[in-house]
């Protein structure tokens, strides 16, 4: 069977519980381009018996590190994926509509495992955008975390979605957001942010409400209820941490 002329790229670190899961899902896409910064596990081995080219980059970044893949990649069709990330084949159906179509990239739904269940569709899911034209996306290589590039052209959407598996247990979506809201605080900081007092005290309960009520994750019960209390703290965290960031600046002075 003709593959699909797209090329799937994937920045990995020590991924081997999930590598093999993302490019088992790519397997209709005729390139797969894996940028490693120095797995220590069986990452790149892995990677390798799927037939990808894996290239090492030292790590420079979040988006630099996707830019830098993404210059790697020899169709002008790209779609990137996380490690812990799976496409799904309903996606896949749409990505082979998109790039037939004059679009020039393509939003997509992103299906969260938590506490070991999908969350149910009637929640408002995620979305993303994975698939695009090389020459039509520059990535935001200022932004240190929650990196997505710059889109010139028409959008198509999806109605599908692919899964993601890295937000499964609760500790490991706690180290997740500790360390993007340090990412995000220190951005912030140096694109002249300042901190807001008023934000500071309403952001937990008015990201609670919006992603408990709003996005109806109230529908998925206890589960609901414990992901939108830790996406409510991820939120109070990036404008905590930024007070930090700023109280420390005046201390020096």
Known sequence: MKKI????FIITLNEEPHIARA??????FDELIVVDSGSTDNTV?????YGAKV???PWPGFAKQKQFAMQHCRNSWVLNLDADEELTEALIIDIKVAITTDCDYMRCYRNDLFMNSFFPNIIHKPNNHRLFKRESATYRVDDLVHEGPDFTGKEFFSKNYFNHYGYNEIKTLEDKY?????????ERFSKGKKPSFIKLITIYPLTFIKVFVLQRYVLAGLRGFIF???QANYAYLKQAKLF???QSNINKK
Not at 5 to 8: A, L, N, R
Not at 23 to 28: D, K, R, T, V
Not at 178 to 186: D, F, G, I, T
């Open 244 to 246: 930090e960031h700023y």
């Open 23 to 28: 490019l088992e899902s790519c397997g209709a």
């Open 45 to 49: 081995q892995i990677a390798t018996s």
């Open 178 to 186: 500790n360390y993007y809201s340090s990412l995000k605080a220190r």
């Open 55 to 57: 290239i090492h980059n």
């Open 5 to 8: 002329p797209v090329s799937v």
């Open 228 to 230: 939108s209390k830790l």
